[in-house]
Structures are given as C-alpha cells and as structure tokens.
C-alpha cells in the first residue's frame, strides 16, 4: 500500500535506538502450536496511539525502548508518541506526548528520552503480515521489519489513513496547527509511576510459598534486573521458596505469569513470553497492570499486591468501556460533514 500518486510514502530510520521494533496487538491465535503472542510490551499505550491517529488498534507502530530514535519522513503523515517520561521533537521544536501532531516531508521526529515508547503513524506501518500479524517476534526472526530491530538507514513504509485520520489531518491543516489541541487526557493513560504497586491473581502453586516467602511477596520491593527484555522481567531483592521442591509437568503461562525458577529469583513473563513453562505459577499480574510493569526500567522498584477475580474483571471493563467512549468521541468530533465537508 502507500500514496496512491505512486509515490512511496516510508519513513526512513536515521537513529534507531538501543532497540525499537515493529508491533501490534500480537498473534494469540497460534499459541496451540507453540508461536509467542508477542505484540506491544505497553498494549494500552500502543492503543491509545492508533486510536489518536484514526487508526485501528491492531495497526502496527514503532515500539522503542528507552530513547535515541530519528525517523525522517518523505510525505506528510499524521502521528501520535505515547508511553512514559517522553521527550520528542518535530525538526528541533518540542513535541507533547499523547497528541495528534502534523509531519509534512523531509521532517525529523526525534525521540530524545522515554521508556517503552509507541509511536503511531496514520495508515499504521505496511509490513508483510506473517501468522495473521506484523509485529516482530525477535527470537524467532520473523515478522516486523525482517524479523529484527530496526536499523540506521531502513525504509518503513506507511500505509494508507483511513477516513477518519484524513479528517483529523484536514482539521489541523484549516486550522494551521502543528500539534492538535487535543489528545488523550490523564483518565484515558495508564496511571504509570516510578514505584507502581502491580495487582497480581494468586496461582495455582502460590499456597505452596513459605510463610515467610508470602511475607515477602505481599510485602517488599522487587527490582527489574538487567538482563530482563521482552520475554520477562527477571526480579532481584529477595528470593522466595517452595514448602517442597515440586516437578512439573509444562503448563500455559501468560502476560504476567510470575514463575518461580529453582534458584528462588521470580521471573514475570511479557510480550514475547513462551506458550508454555514448567516453574511454579505464584500468580498473574492483571492485565491493566501490565502496562505499569512494561515501563519500568533495570533498576526501578514496584511492589505486588494481591486482588481478587471480580476486581480485576472490573478494572479491565472499566479500561475497556473508557477506550470505547474515546474512540466514539473521536468519531462524532470528526465525523464526515461535521465540519461542513463529506
């Protein structure tokens, strides 16, 4: 797809970071033969994105971690950045994070700092679609862009905006605005903190925990160690024990399943987690934690907190039904004649 002049409409990477990849929402439709779900570390993140540039929220966009990330753009395009402690600039002018903001050719969009950072284009990025998706699955090489992280030089194209995203561009351009007056407000973000208290639901093998081990769980820090990356967060502070050593048979784990290998260090799966493991399940963080855990850093802190069914399932609607009524104010904001055109 792209610009239907003939002319290519990419973005060419002049930095790309310590690591920044294509995603979208994941292939959960292949676990049962063993394939990764993968997809965005931050999913609401990566949604709301896509959501202020008029796109679906499958569409792919750039996942960067940390910062250092330069794309230069050959045709105009509409675009949003959102996820933590971001600094971005358009052409050296600072740009706020969780706005719409106008890119006309030649640009540079610049992300100077932040931690897990999306950064959707209008179109999403036109990829090959591989097991029903594009984003990319790094240990096994396929998917995104050649099944790797970007490098200098890579030419992404860009597909083509859908209707709506026309109408939001339309809107700045008749309104000679760069950035819109517009975005994603507060209530519609993750609620991210430097030392986030993460609800976690006890699993299967929790009761098997030491007194003193369950102690520790509910009620110390753990840290991000540096070897974490997308497959899990490996944690550090405390070591935790079984009453009784246990064999185990592989069983299905899932964005934050906190395992717990035999030397006692808990490991909490994400994005790119296998489809199965065979450590003790103490529990699983909820899903609208997960964006919290996903923009930490090596070294910061959080704390687990026990929750029950019924409160996760009430916060996760509560997510859900906010989103909604998000996309359906964008819709009605922008909907075609609204502001006298079709």
Request: net charge neutral.
């Amino acid at each position: 797809m792209g610009d239907p002049s003939g002319l290519l409409v990419s973005i060419i990477v002049r930095q790309s970071g310590m690591q920044t990849t294509v995603q979208d929402l994941g292939r959960s439709m292949w676990q049962h033969i063993g394939v990764p779900v993968g997809g965005a570390m931050d999913n609401a993140a990566h949604r709301i994105a896509n959501l202020l540039v008029g796109n679906d929220d499958e569409a792919a966009a750039f996942e960067c971690a940390l910062g250092g990330v330069a794309l230069q753009f050959n045709q105009s395009a509409l675009v949003a950045v959102t996820g933590r402690d971001i600094s971005a600039s358009l052409d050296g002018t600072p740009i706020p994070a969780w706005h719409p903001f106008a890119v006309h050719r030649g640009e540079l969009v610049v992300l100077h700092a932040g931690c897990r950072t999306t950064i959707a284009i209008a179109g999403g990025l036109d990829v090959p679609v591989v097991l029903d998706g594009r984003g990319t699955s790094l240990r096994a090489a396929f998917g995104g862009w050649h099944g790797r992280a970007l490098q200098r030089d890579d030419s992404i194209p860009i597909g083509l905006p859908t209707p709506l995203a026309d109408r939001m561009s339309a809107d700045l351009s008749a309104r000679h605005r760069i950035v819109a007056d517009w975005g994603a407000s507060a209530a519609m973000r993750p609620p991210y903190a430097s030392k986030p208290t993460l609800r976690f639901l006890p699993g299967p093998e929790y009761h098997l925990l030491t007194d003193t081990s369950r102690d520790v769980l509910l009620g110390d820090t753990f840290r991000i160690a540096p070897d974490s990356d997308r497959m899990g967060f490996r944690l550090t502070g405390h070591t935790l024990s079984l009453v009784t050593s246990r064999e185990m048979t592989s069983c299905g784990v899932t964005a934050g399943t906190i395992q717990l290998p035999p030397g006692g260090a808990p490991i909490v799966l994400m994005a790119d987690r296998q489809t199965t493991g065979g450590y003790p399940r103490l529990g699983d963080v909820i899903a609208v934690d997960l964006p919290l855990l996903a923009q930490l850093r090596p070294g910061d802190s959080f704390r687990f907190a026990p929750t029950s069914l019924v409160e996760a399932q009430a916060a996760y609607c509560a997510r859900e039904a906010t989103l909604r009524h998000a996309a359906r104010a964008l819709n009605l904001r922008f909907a075609a004649g609204a502001d006298g055109s079709r």
